[in-house]
């Protein structure tokens, strides 16, 4: 699947792209191979677990109350970098690559937050009991499954697919954090996108002043439910700045395939659920996308996830042969005389670590999967942890389906339970749970990967530190999931947790026979004509399998990008450098914009917390009419693009002036 390098260059500045390095091993890393930094220190690793509790917590809540989880590598290198700075003010400094440590282990209490809350949640809902020690060992072995399985993965994924590949949040968080250390204009740039950013959440989230999601569903003649909208948040307009118009175009053909076809010939034809038979047009094409459209994006992951997997063949090939190797001494001498930024774990600590999780999922009593599920769980996993690492890398974090992978688990586990006599539903959701741990785990990893690979930091110290971060993260998520039923219980108003209900809901409809295997089978088919017209299949599966106010907004960061890089290309000469500039000033304003939304949500997630303010809805709402708030809606995000070009084209030159 190639992608037009005029389109999906995501190099930074020229720093990283001059020089023999750069022409011959990718972009020039801020730190050079040969030089050693402080990376893994004590300091690094004791802020980057206090901030990790934090964001594992503040994600756990967010994403049982909205469904979603936010991305946490940039606003915790944000964090650390304010810390860092505090800590300099008394004479005790901390350098870039410390940096770089802290949000690695920030980010995966968010990864790992994800998978717990989207599925191992989901027991509640089978009228089962959060199980603690079980939560920490399911969370704990999926997480290691994911940094081990992309370990033989980062070479291929984030170097020699560099320019293929963004892997927006990581490069944007790169972006930060280059620009904190520099002390230049990048500074104003991402404190310019963050206030913005910041200030847009608090006034749509804390004091409902606007919606960001505007959204319609219309009729067409004799035919009903077409469906078009967008939630415009800051972050998901920087996301498709950042991947470029080509990628977010797929993600939007997705939905629009799905919101603009599929559902409308679901409801014209009478298959609306019965609970939703006589809603708004809108709730019904909303009620269809549950019922059936994300089995149709599922089926068709499944199927472009195999065929990523083909695609990747030799590298996982070259990967289990140089496994062998190590396992045998032949190659650890090659290995050591890498450059520092090319140095990770050995790989037969990936093959013993693997084997060794495989055997504690079959042994561990709190897991309860039995064989067949530890051997699905692990073949699924590396499976699934290539899918998403691949994934993320073109439409980001935010937009990673977990739950889509989790899905697919569930349906393949339950099946192959079910023809050797398995009948208990949670057997299958805690084999799912191992997987979308995996999966989410590995996403957050390939992310980090990508931002020590622009840093030049060594790979080896980032697992490590990944793998730390996993088993704090794991040992408190299942009391923080328990705390959470406690006090709200899951699937209440409060804490809905819908995508837990989905799984379970899920599980109990394959072990009894009433999964929708035809939508599923309309998704892979659909997914075959797409490999046929050698159309990235990825992206359009994600579009499918996400809600089209997900897609939109994602859609109208690529299409800035598209139009801003052609009014640029008609004012630049001919070596490019007016485009390189603006492009770098654009990636970094929209880390900015990223950050500032991610901040906010932990900031009304905390209030949620503790109670400040309104028990529902906004903390402190303006109490203005529906009317009202999304005309203004459209008011701010008119403004909100245009703060965007105008901080990304300020003060541009034209050739003749240069």
Known sequence: MSHGPSEERTEPSGSRTVGDQASSDGPTPTVPAGKSVAELTIK???????????????????????????????????????????????????????????????????????????????????????????????AVLGGVLGVLFMIPMRRYLIVDKHEELPYPEGTACADVLEAGSSGDDGVKLISFGFLVSFLYMWLANGMAAFRTTIQTAFSAGETDGFAIGGDFT??????????????????????????????????????????????????????????????????????????????????????????????????AAATESRKRTQRDLPM???????????????????????LLGGVIAVIAAFLFVAVSAYLVGVVGSSSNPVSGMAVATILIAALAMKSTGVTDPVAVLVTASVVAIAAAVAGDT?????????????????????????????????????????????????????????????????????????????????????????????????????????????????????????????????????????TSRGRIVAAGLITGEAIMGIVIGALYITGTGAESGAPFPLGLSGETQTVLGVVAVVTLVGLFVASVLRNTPDAADR
């Not at 940039?74 to 690559?97: D, E, H, K």
């Not at 809350?117 to 020690?133: C, E, K, N, S």
């Not at 470029?244 to 409801?267: D, E, H, R, T």
């Not at 299409?559 to 009014?567: S, V």
């Open 446 to 582: 390939s992310q980090d990967l990508k931002t020590g690979y622009l840093l030049g930091a060594t790979p080896r110290k980032q697992q490590l530190a990944q793998v730390i971060g996993i088993a704090l993260s794991a040992l408190f998520a299942g009391w923080v999931l328990y705390f959470f039923h406690q006090a709200y219980g899951i699937g209440s108003d409060t804490i809905p947790a819908p995508q837990a209900g989905m799984m379970a809901l899920i599980s109990e409809g394959v072990l009894t026979g009433t999964a929708q295997w035809g939508m599923i089978l309309i998704g892979a088919v659909f997914a075959c004509v797409l490999i046929l017209m050698d159309v990235p299949v990825l992206p359009f599966a994600v579009g499918i399998y996400l809600p089209i106010t997900l897609a939109t907004p994602i859609f109208l960061g690529g299409l800035l990008r598209g139009g801003i890089d052609r009014y640029v290309a008609r004012k630049d000469d001919e070596d490019g450098s007016l485009a390189e500039h603006v």
């Open 348 to 370: 037969k600590v990936v093959v013993v670590g693997a084997v060794l999780v495989a055997l504690a999922l079959v042994a561990v009593p709190q897991v309860q999967v039995g």
């Open 234 to 331: 800051p972050a998901l307009i920087g996301v498709g700045y950042i991947i470029g118009p080509k990628i977010a175009g797929y993600v939007f053909g997705g939905g629009l395939i799905a919101w603009l076809m599929l559902i409308p010939l679901l409801i014209t034809g009478g298959f609306v659920p019965e609970e939703a038979a006589d809603a708004a047009l809108m709730t019904q094409a909303e009620a269809v996308w549950d019922a059936y459209i994300r089995y149709v994006g599922a089926g068709a992951m499944i199927v472009g996830g195999f065929y990523a997997i083909i695609s990747m063949r030799e590298t996982i090939v070259d990967a289990l042969g140089t496994a062998g190797a190590e396992l045998r001494g032949s190659a």
């Open 44 to 138: 690094a690793v004791a802020i980057g677990l206090a901030l990790n509790v934090v964001m594992l917590t503040a994600n756990m809540y967010l994403g049982m109350r909205s469904g979603m989880t936010i991305s946490a590598s940039i606003p915790a290198a944000v964090i650390s970098m304010g810390l860092f700075y505090g800590l300099r003010q008394v004479g005790i400094g901390g350098t870039l690559l410390e940096n770089n440590i802290v949000q690695t282990m920030t980010s995966a209490g968010e990864a790992l937050a994800a998978g717990v809350i989207f599925t191992i949640a989901g027991v509640t809902f089978l009228d089962q009991p959060i199980d603690i020690a079980g939560t920490a060992t399911v």
